[in-house]
């Protein structure tokens, strides 16, 4: 990707930015952020990501660097030069690291001391004379994220190549998935493969459950054998130039899918074509999510766990039972991403749980679209759910199923003008 091509992304956003904030007196700070200690671990850090308000100005990786606004004056791009200790330790490049030197932010701002003035990003503090006005901030963040829902051809272009070493991950993934195999070891084969086509890291921790632990929505690999039969459920997704991928496929260990394994996993998989479907401008993300809902409550009543009308079984809230999260978020700079309200301050309220989107979609965005299956005895042994839904559920078979564990898929969907695009649709279901 040429440096011409990013320069003018740069220089859109910038602009896109200044017209949505419409400011007249009012400056702006964006920080990139400072790099964080381990506790207890002398002088390491934690790796350094800028802040993506930061990157998405500035495509700059670089702790302390501060963009400034100046509706009067524009832009200025305040960069921590590189120092000695940097090239002896880190071998940071030699060269000059653009903007205006860092040191010349505090003269920026004694320019500019009586004005109003917004802290974006990770808000500078250290050492500087500025106090940032924390509703202007809130308002100007919305504004922000409007502009960076929808994303340019440069943040596409990466969120690819981010999709094409996920996809190698998963097909260096699947041959691992034999009994005797651990849930680290499949790990180890995902994440070795999605570095070597190209992925930069990892753009979250890796997911891997296998038997009871793919019930687990956030499950951490261990040295837990696989065993022949088990489901193993993979959230997997490479980072390239901070751009996410974010997949989640359920394999059988040993290949093959039982007959109640093949007739839930039809269900997800049924669901989230039609949710998939559903993803088109204008459409609001509640009703993405209650079309994956009602179609998981259909199967469900079909594989004869729960009793009823499949709208009902929604509306009471016995198929949260077995879908308990949000069928999915924002994806592009990092995953959860810029999802928040609506500069009208659009927070209409949902009954829904752990819904992490409340907007319409609009073309440009890409979104997760992930419904699961899961059996969680925490929630399924709960005496006030089991007497709430004591006509909608079959107990007795959810008793012999304890041990089922959980079953997600999840593609990521770019929106398009006239619909959508699937940009991880060549990774196939089952492996």
């Not at 003018?8 to 920080?31: N, P």
């Not at 305040?78 to 205006?100: C, H, I, K, M, N």
């Not at 195999?181 to 180890?188: G, K, L, N």
Request: overall charge negative; glycine content about 10%; aromatic content about 6%.
């Amino acid at each position: 990707m040429s440096d011409a091509r990013i320069e003018q992304a740069l220089q859109r956003r910038r602009s896109d930015a200044v017209a949505e904030w419409g400011l007249v007196d009012e400056i702006v700070l964006i920080g990139a952020g400072d790099p964080i200690g381990v506790p207890g671990r002398g002088d390491r850090t934690y790796p350094f990501h800028a802040h993506s308000e930061y990157y998405y100005l500035t495509d700059r990786n670089r702790p302390a660097g501060v963009l400034a606004f100046d509706p009067n004056d524009g832009w200025f791009d305040f960069a921590a030069e590189v120092t000695e200790e940097e090239r002896l330790w880190s071998g940071a490049a030699d060269g000059d690291p653009g903007g205006v030197p860092l040191g010349q932010l505090q003269v920026w701002l004694g320019a500019r001391r009586e004005r109003p003035t917004a802290g974006l990003g990770a808000v500078p503090t250290g050492g500087l004379e500025v106090r940032c006005d924390p509703a202007l901030g809130e308002d100007l963040r919305i504004g922000l994220d409007a502009v960076r829902r929808p994303k340019d051809a440069v943040e596409l272009e990466r969120m690819r190549i981010a999709e094409q070493a996920t996809r190698a991950a998963f097909a260096a993934a699947v041959p691992a998935l034999v009994e005797g195999s651990t849930e680290r070891s499949v790990q180890v084969e995902l994440e070795t493969a999605a570095l070597r086509a190209g992925a930069d890291a990892m753009a979250y921790d890796t997911i891997v459950g296998a038997g009871t632990n793919s019930a687990v929505l956030h499950f951490m690999p261990t040295d837990r054998r696989l065993v022949n039969g088990d489901l193993v459920l993979i959230d997997a997704g490479a980072d390239y130039r901070q751009y996410a991928c974010d997949v989640t496929r359920t394999y059988p260990v040993g290949g093959a899918l039982s007959a109640e394994q093949a007739e839930l996993h039809a269900v997800v998989h049924a669901a989230e074509r039609a949710a998939i479907e559903r993803c088109e401008p204008g459409t609001e993300w509640v009703d993405v999510h209650m079309t994956a809902a009602r179609v998981i409550a259909e199967g469900l009543v079909a594989f004869g766990l729960l009793r009823g009308e499949p709208t009902t079984l929604v509306e009471s809230g016995a198929v949260w039972l077995f879908f308990p999260h949000g069928i999915g978020h924002m994806v592009g700079l990092g995953v959860r991403d810029a999802a928040g309200p609506l500069r009208s301050r659009r927070d209409t309220p949902t009954p829904i749980k752990n819904l992490r989107i409340n907007l319409p979609l609009e073309p440009g965005f890409v979104v997760t679209v992930e419904p699961g299956v899961y059996f969680v005895p925490a929630m399924l042994n709960d005496p006030e759910r089991r007497a709430q839904h004591r006509h909608a559920v079959d107990w007795d078979r959810v008793d012999r199923m304890l041990d089922f564990g959980g079953i997600r898929i999840e593609d990521n969907v770019h929106i398009t003008p006239d619909g959508h695009e699937i940009l991880t649709a060549d990774l196939p279901v089952l492996g």
